[in-house]
């Protein structure tokens, strides 16, 4: 334990991100509705437009199909 007490002080500033130029796909999505093979419905409705270069997140409360959504589009 005494190894991981010396270790230095992690940066809290956050990690920088490398500048890019706008490139890639847009994204356009419409009417989206997805649920599981047990009946559990997760997307419904969904309405996306993302242009190509821009940089999002996705943010809500637990279970509210943020990890479904990301899986489907990648």
Not at 16 to 32: F, I, S
Not at 38 to 43: S, T
Not at 47 to 71: E, F, P, Q, Y
Request: hydrophobic share 40%; glycine share 10%.
């Amino acid at each position: 334990i005494s190894s991981v007490v010396e270790l230095p002080i992690e940066r809290t500033e956050g990690a920088p991100m490398p500048e890019c130029e706008p490139a890639g796909l847009a994204v356009q999505v419409r009417n989206l509705h997805f649920q599981y093979d047990n009946g559990q419905k997760v997307l419904n409705g969904v309405n996306l437009d993302i242009a190509a270069g821009d940089r999002i997140s996705l943010v809500g409360a637990s279970g509210t199909g943020k990890s479904t959504l990301s899986s489907i589009l990648c």
